[in-house]
């Protein structure tokens, strides 16, 4: 059962990031990054490493002065999403 709602948000922060992935203010090299997290959250590992490589990446990404305030306010709620997994 936690199994299958640990899937479940996985699956909901993948279809937020490429949400993101297709947002047309989103600059390319971010979305490029985008697509690392939304791999990196696909791959058969422990969740534990998924999230970490994730928030890694997200950490990175919100730092691009290039970002729109609510794209990275975005990058935020999906770290803070990733913290409760």
Known sequence: ???????KKIS???GLLE??????AVPR???DRLVFC?????EDTE???KVDKVKQAL???????????????????LASL???L
């Open 1 to 7: 059962m936690m199994t299958k709602m640990v899937s």
């Open 12 to 14: 909901d922060m993948i």
């Open 19 to 24: 949400e993101l992935q297709n947002d047309s």
């Open 29 to 31: 090299n971010v979305k």
């Open 38 to 42: 939304t791999n990196a959250l696909q």
């Open 47 to 49: 969740v534990s490493l």
């Open 59 to 77: 950490e990175q990404i919100s730092e691009d002065s290039n970002l729109e305030a609510y794209t990275r306010t975005q990058l935020w709620n």
């Open 82 to 84: 990733l913290e409760k």
